[in-house]
């Protein structure tokens, strides 16, 4: 074989080994459901897909992985994946974690499921509920001073507001208390109307 055609037969082999190095890998059934559930979840809420799913591949990511990684694993542009990533470092669901040798940026959820719970709450009550009670509050201060609305009307206006400060009371006083007593909260679910007064 003349020197030109082994050179084009190394080459050849050279490009096959490295495309076979960099072939996406497959997820198993029951991590690409989860990941694909947690989207149309997040999406429900008002969460981008791509930014949901993200947060659920790296949930389940047992290493800190690059906007690479995550791009080629669930064939996402790089542009979505790097804002995705930003938006999921703003709610704390990820962080950065430095590699030794490696100047690309890695990250990691957080997976903790309580804290996972707790950090959407608080992202959802700052998006959510501080905008709308804002807006409740100015709505039925005005309502007050205009003789056009009606007093039924301003009653209605007042009747929301008060709920809305209630829940975000809730919100505020679940943030704010220990892991423990969350937990048992939840498990003891209704029975906790056993020990309020009133009829059973």
């Not at 930014?51 to 591949?57: E, G, L, P």
């Not at 990691?108 to 700052?126: H, N, P, S």
């Not at 509920?129 to 005005?142: F, G, M, V, Y």
């Amino acid at each position: 074989m003349n020197p030109l055609a082994m050179h084009q037969v190394i080459s050849y082999v050279s490009v096959m080994t490295e495309s076979t190095e960099h072939t996406k890998q497959t997820l198993p059934v029951p991590l690409e459901t989860f990941i694909l559930q947690w989207g149309d979840m997040g999406s429900s809420w008002g969460v981008n897909r791509s930014i949901s799913q993200i947060h659920a591949f790296l949930y389940l990511a047992e290493k800190p992985l690059t906007a690479e990684d995550i791009a080629d694993q669930l064939g996402m542009a790089r542009s979505n994946v790097s804002n995705s990533l930003r938006e999921l470092l703003t709610w704390k669901l990820i962080h950065r974690v430095p590699i030794r040798g490696d100047r690309r940026e890695h990250f990691e959820a957080e997976t903790d499921v309580w804290k996972i719970a707790m950090l959407i709450a608080a992202g959802r009550k700052q998006r959510e509920i501080d905008p709308a009670l804002e807006s409740l509050k100015s709505c039925a201060a005005e309502a007050d001073n205009d003789p056009e609305v009606s007093p039924e009307a301003r009653k209605r206006l007042h009747a929301m507001l008060d709920f809305t400060r209630s829940v975000d009371h809730w919100y505020g006083q679940m943030l704010a208390m220990p892991h423990s007593k969350r937990e048992m909260i939840l498990r003891l679910g209704s029975k906790i109307a056993s020990f309020l007064p009133g009829r059973k």
